[in-house]
């Protein structure tokens, strides 16, 4: 299963992106989509995930920011990102994978594949 990844690009203090991930195939049976950030010198963070039933889940710092969705038919995750703030710079990462209990949802470890990222430079 390959992730493919794009929509990033560079943006003002305010403005909005969507990026969007496609899988190659079918990831599994019931499978979560996430996508991850890392920022300069940090490391990978958890931004959104949505299960296969469409239940979505946020990191604090995005949480009525961000919108996390998804197309089952295409094995398609969006993810739109409104009034972005500098401390959102980073290179956002898709990620699959099925099994994926609620507890570890927000757990990179959690998820079996990912795509090669996307970068989203926000200056004021």
């Known amino acids: 299963v390959q992730l493919q990844a794009c929509g990033g690009g560079s943006v003002q203090t305010g403005d909005s992106l969507r990026l969007a991930c496609a899988a190659s195939?079918?990831?599994?049976?019931?499978?979560?989509m996430a996508w991850f950030r890392q920022g300069p010198g940090k490391e990978r963070e958890f931004v959104a995930a949505?299960?296969?039933?469409?239940?979505?889940h946020y990191a604090d710092s995005v949480k009525g920011r961000f919108a996390i969705s998804r197309d089952n038919a295409k094995n398609t995750v969006f993810l739109q990102l409104n009034s972005l703030k500098a401390e959102d710079t980073a290179v956002y990462y898709c990620?699959?994978?099925?099994?994926?209990?609620?507890?570890?949802?927000?757990?990179?470890?959690?998820?079996?594949?990912w795509g090669q990222g996307t970068l989203v430079t926000v200056s004021s």
């Open positions: 990620a699959a994978g099925g099994g994926v209990i609620l507890s570890s949802i927000r757990n990179v470890a959690a998820y079996d594949y």
């Open positions: 195939e079918r990831p599994g049976s019931s499978y979560a």
């Open positions: 949505v299960r296969y039933s469409g239940t979505t």
